[in-house]
């Protein structure tokens, strides 16, 4: 067991053949300060021939890796391609979606006084996702011909024309699937 958590965190004999893919195999470096975490990626990648000024250079010039410092202050590396995007896609995810049941503490997801628009009693609402965050609640209506699709931003919510093109395209996506035309969408802020 010990072999096998010493392989899995890079310091077997084959390492690494970069700092970025070492930090996506990873998911993550993590030490106190920027020279520690040089050393960490030293012994873990084939960089570690260039020598420690050379490979804190390449850190700090990004390479391919993101750096933040945590709330307590600790250095973390990661592969930019792991790092949230400039634009998040807009998302509308069904009724009892598991990104939505899988976190008890929902505060980083939604603000607390939309929570209840979401989560009541025995049932969460389906909710549409922007910016990586619930913003409101959806819900479709299956008609003889197809379907009509209601979208309901929560209250400060503002949904511009970009924004808007990215609903209609998800209410698009949610019509295929429940394999009925889509007849109508309606967006409105509470």
């Given at each position: 067991?010990?072999?096998?958590?010493?392989?899995?965190?890079g310091?077997?004999?084959r390492?690494?053949?970069?700092?970025?893919?070492?930090?996506?195999?990873?998911?993550?470096?993590?030490?106190?300060?920027?020279?520690?975490?040089?050393?960490?990626?030293?012994?873990?990648?084939?960089?570690?021939?260039?020598?420690?000024?050379?490979?804190?250079?390449?850190?700090?010039?990004?390479?391919?890796?993101?750096?933040?410092?945590?709330q307590?202050?600790?250095?973390?590396?990661?592969?930019?391609?792991?790092?949230?995007?400039?634009?998040?896609p807009?998302?509308?995810?069904?009724?009892?979606?598991?990104?939505?049941?899988?976190?008890?503490?929902?505060?980083?997801?939604?603000?607390?006084?939309?929570?209840?628009?979401?989560?009541?009693h025995t049932?969460?609402?389906?909710?549409?996702?922007?910016?990586?965050?619930?913003?409101?609640?959806?819900?479709?209506?299956?008609m003889?011909?197809?379907?009509?699709?209601?979208?309901?931003?929560?209250?400060?919510?503002?949904?511009g024309?970009?924004?808007?093109?990215?609903?209609t395209?998800?209410a698009e996506?949610?019509?295929?699937?429940?394999?009925?035309?889509?007849?109508?969408?309606?967006?409105?802020?509470?």
């Amino acid at each position: 067991m010990r072999w096998h958590r010493f392989v899995r965190s890079g310091l077997g004999e084959r390492p690494y053949d970069s700092p970025v893919v070492a930090a996506s195999e990873l998911f993550g470096v993590q030490a106190q300060i920027n020279s520690a975490a040089c050393v960490a990626l030293a012994h873990r990648t084939e960089w570690g021939e260039a020598g420690p000024g050379d490979l804190q250079a390449r850190v700090e010039a990004g390479e391919g890796l993101v750096r933040c410092w945590g709330q307590r202050g600790t250095l973390h590396l990661y592969d930019a391609r792991d790092w949230p995007p400039d634009h998040w896609p807009v998302r509308l995810l069904g009724r009892f979606d598991p990104l939505v049941l899988a976190h008890s503490d929902k505060s980083w997801w939604i603000d607390p006084e939309h929570q209840r628009r979401v989560w009541h009693h025995t049932h969460v609402e389906a909710t549409l996702l922007l910016g990586g965050r619930i913003v409101g609640v959806w819900r479709y209506q299956r008609m003889a011909r197809g379907l009509k699709i209601s979208v309901e931003l929560f209250a400060g919510v503002r949904a511009g024309r970009t924004i808007r093109k990215e609903i209609t395209e998800q209410a698009e996506r949610v019509s295929r699937a429940l394999d009925a035309p889509l007849l109508d969408h309606v967006v409105t802020t509470s």
